[in-house]
């Protein structure tokens, strides 16, 4: 059983939707029957589906039949049933305290947390439209919930400006009033709201790279393996699992806006297939799924994942890490 506080399928925004649809997916694929507990308004054609009512008890709402049981948030209560839990956020709190079966999703976040179980996103590349890799690119894009500031698109549309490009921003709205009433009179700057992956694809087709400086150690970044798997290098920020996600060969990394500027304007000298063969081969449903498989093979067989409950081992005292503008 996969357990969820959301409702699938996702249709724009969302990679922890994302990536329980595929895992259920590729699951029942290999012959397992999965059940998921979501949010209301929840369907799947190809498991069960029960409405998580967050009222009440999660032990009196997962079936006797349930083997196992895969909760994708911290429950914050004792579960009766084998189980085995994803973190997919982060959390500043050196208090909240996460069950011993738990797992997150890349190397930095799991240390982050004192623990070297994870499992990276993978996503079911068949269900996306295929890349284009001969269509002519110029600009770069913004993926992301703009609204957010840790996501920098502050620092993304500086980038833009100063190398005199395009920036389309996937993820936000020209008018942000979350952000104080902000309206961007650029015209470079193109907004086009919470797309669906028709849009997303048409975009990041026809886009030189990823601008992507973050302001907080990033998880995993589902946004990241999206862009690659267009062809589209990474210039980022090199916080949370930027390092592991963007080597050399797939982007530039760097706190200092100057230096990613200069790496933005060569964006075209980077292998635009080599980006999407590594992606594709890396950050697919199968390998998570495999890994996935493991763990819980592990909690089967009556052993924790981790030897302590995972709780955060470095608070994070700044509210944005550093930035040089």
């Not at 500031?149 to 996937?170: D, F, S, Y």
């Amino acid at each position: 059983m996969i357990v969820y506080e959301a409702v699938i399928p996702v249709k724009t925004y969302g990679g922890t939707g994302r990536d329980i649809w595929y895992l259920g997916d590729e699951l029942q694929k290999r012959g397992h029957r999965v059940t998921y507990l979501v949010a209301p308004g929840s369907e799947c054609p190809f498991a069960d589906v029960l409405p998580l009512d967050k009222s009440r008890s999660l032990n009196a709402q997962i079936p006797a039949s349930a083997d196992i049981v895969n909760i994708h948030y911290n429950p914050k209560e004792s579960l009766e049933k084998p189980h085995l839990v994803a973190i997919h956020g982060n959390s500043n709190n050196p208090d909240e305290v996460f069950p011993k079966n738990s797992v997150f999703v890349s190397k930095n976040h799991a240390s982050r947390f004192g623990s070297d179980a994870f499992v990276y996103n993978g996503m079911d590349w068949d269900k996306y439209p295929e890349p284009d890799f001969s269509l002519r690119r110029k600009g770069y894009h913004f993926l992301g919930k703009a609204a957010w500031k840790v996501k920098n698109l502050k620092a993304a549309m500086a980038i833009a400006r100063r190398n005199k490009t395009t920036l389309e921003v996937l993820g936000g709205y020209r008018f942000n009033f979350k952000m104080g009433m902000r309206f961007t009179f650029d015209p470079r700057i193109r907004f086009h709201g919470m797309v669906g992956d028709e849009e997303k694809a048409r975009v990041l087709n026809r886009s030189e790279a990823l601008l992507f400086p973050v302001l907080w150690h990033e998880p995993m970044g589902l946004a990241v393996i999206e862009s690659l798997y267009y062809g589209c290098p990474v210039v980022a920020t090199p916080y949370g699992a930027m390092p592991e996600l963007v080597k050399e060969e797939f982007g530039f990394l760097s706190a200092s806006l100057d230096e990613l500027s200069k790496a933005a304007v060569s964006a075209g000298e980077y292998n635009a297939r080599r980006c999407h063969e590594y992606a594709r081969d890396t950050y697919n449903a199968s390998r998570m799924t495999d890994k996935y498989l493991k763990y819980f093979e592990t909690v089967l067989n009556g052993k924790t994942i981790n030897p302590e409950p995972p709780r955060l081992q470095h608070p994070q005292k700044e509210k944005y890490l550093n930035f040089e503008w």
